[in-house]
């Protein structure tokens, strides 16, 4: 029996890619991938959807390159406003697929890095009798910066 899951590691991706069904050309935005496939979050169709055929442009601006792959949904789950979509990969050019391992690869190593650093924060914050001596949390690109004890008058 085949298994609906992916069983690679998923990455959290939030970039746009244009879904084409049948020469109709939809915008939807990728919510995570791997390198078997892509989960997507479009606004819901008027119409129910069944298994289908998907081409796929998936823009890289990292490596200035446009992934084109076909693909197939495997599931959908729909909810009042939007719609998800489980892509599996079926055919994608060698260089493409290199191209997404190296993406996939790259935001693996991302990820294990502020995984990293958080841990190294909590031990060190565990050696501090109080949470307001310690040193503050590691920056990321997500960090809101606050301006503590600056007067905005």
């Known amino acids: ?14 970039r746009l890619v244009t879904e084409i069904v049948c020469e109709n050309p939809a915008a939807a935005s990728i919510v995570n991938l791997s390198i078997t496939g892509i989960y997507t979050v479009k606004p819901s169709p008027r119409r129910p959807l069944g298994p289908r055929k998907v081409q796929l442009e998936i823009p890289l601006p990292e490596a200035s390159e ?13 909810a009042r406003r939007n719609m998800g979509s489980g892509i599996r990969f079926k055919a994608m050019a060698d260089c493409h697929h290199r191209l997404l391992r190296d993406l996939v690869e790259y935001r693996r190593q991302e990820v294990l890095s502020r ?7 909590r031990k060190s914050l565990a ?5 307001f001596s310690a040193p503050p949390p590691p920056l990321s690109v997500d960090t809101v ?4 004890n600056e007067d905005p008058w």
């Open 127 to 131: 050696k501090h009798p109080s949470p």
């Open 145 to 148: 910066k606050m301006y503590l």
């Open 115 to 121: 995984m990293l650093e958080e841990l190294k924060w």
């Open 66 to 78: 446009t992934i084109w792959a076909m693909g197939e949904v495997v599931f959908d789950r729909v």
């Open 1 to 14: 029996m085949k298994s609906d899951r992916r069983d690679t590691l998923r990455i959290p991706d939030s």
